[in-house]
């Protein structure tokens, strides 16, 4: 019902910024909550944000004052802005999308590589 395409991954030095894109398709008038996880090499998935239809947000301990979460007037674009990047933050981040029948959707994933 509902389709998410990743994109904005790459290669960044230490201290850089980079700012990743989640298209949504289908269903988007379902949703009511979407999101950013990572996997690093050898960790479990995190949460890294959400944020909901009404615009509120949520950030791991990890990420805030680092990363901003936002979305399209439209609802159908979010974007994780990451800035200040550090090699922990190395890792598969996949776009998240949750219905208000508690269905959730994912997106293939990104790499996002920061280097020392």
């Known amino acids: 019902q509902v389709h998410l395409v990743e994109s904005g991954g790459g290669l960044v030095q230490a201290g850089g910024s980079l700012r990743l894109s989640c298209a949504a398709s289908?269903?988007?008038?379902?949703?009511?909550?979407m999101g950013w996880y990572r996997q690093a090499p050898g960790q479990q998935r995190e949460m890294v944000a959400l944020i909901s239809s009404g615009g509120s947000t949520n950030y791991a301990d990890s990420v805030k004052g680092r990363f901003s979460i936002s979305r399209n007037d439209a609802k159908d674009t979010m974007y994780l802005q990451m800035n200040s990047l550090k090699p922990e933050d190395t890792a598969v981040y996949s776009c998240t999308a949750k219905d208000y029948d508690w269905n959730y959707y994912w997106g293939q994933g990104t790499q996002v590589t920061v280097s020392s």
């Open positions: 289908g269903s988007i008038f379902s949703i009511n909550v």
